[in-house]
């Protein structure tokens, strides 16, 4: 019975020979003595995250301005829900100068958005299934009332119609309490926007961290 290698240097052989022609013999033998076969593994192709059972989100969300307020957008791993959520980037939007301030809390925000799957293989998908990290966004008088000191991860200072793009990963996770990446602004009566891509599945009891 032949080796998984020598099925690998046959297939190779066949597809050689069609690149130059050759239809009588087998020109891998005369290039190499041996074939090693090379798998390349893509982590952001969607076909491994199916496989993976990992389901890949996109969505954005905006809080408008509103006079004495300032705004604030995240994206939320839900309470109970045993999601483990990676997101891969996101990109910060403003329509007025003003510093921006990013970080995690645990406190839900206003407004809550369902997202929905993107993926049509995805039995989710047929029903109209909700992922379950959620977009949410608010606005308050008080920043804080959002980040507190030592929760905050990053600050920058955008210009008017300013953008920003952060590259992760951040990880959620939504266990006894809920987890979320908050975008806010500093500036009352400015509009924030963010789009999030992140992908998410079921955590596996064996990966949680024993503090």
Not at 88 to 117: E, P, Y
Not at 193 to 198: C, D, E, L, R, Y
Request: hydrophobic letters at 40%; a negative charge; one cysteine or more.
């Amino acid at each position: 019975m032949a080796g998984p290698n020598e099925i690998n240097v046959g297939r190779y052989g066949k597809i050689l020979g069609k690149i130059l022609g050759l239809r009588e013999r087998n020109p891998s033998g005369e290039i190499a003595t041996e074939i090693f076969p090379n798998i390349t593994l893509e982590n952001d192709r969607p076909e491994w995250l199916f496989l993976a059972n990992e389901r890949l989100c996109r969505a954005g969300d905006e809080q408008s301005g509103v006079a004495g307020q300032v705004s604030a957008c995240a994206l939320t791993a839900n309470v109970n829900t045993n999601v483990l959520g990676v997101v891969d980037h996101f990109l910060i939007s403003t329509n007025s100068a003003q510093l921006i301030q990013v970080g995690l809390a645990a406190a839900l925000l206003a407004t809550v958005n369902n997202c929905r799957i993107l993926d049509a293989r995805d039995p989710k998908y047929v029903n109209d299934d909700p992922l379950q990290c959620t977009l949410q966004s608010s606005k308050s008088t008080t920043a804080t009332t959002f980040l507190s000191a030592n929760r905050t991860i990053a600050e920058i200072r955008l210009p008017t119609n300013g953008t920003m793009r952060f590259d992760g990963p951040f990880i959620l996770f939504g266990g006894p309490a809920s987890t979320s990446i908050v975008v806010q602004g500093t500036t009352a009566n400015t509009a924030i926007g963010v789009s999030w891509a992140w992908r998410e599945r079921t955590i596996d009891p064996s990966e949680l961290l024993q503090g």
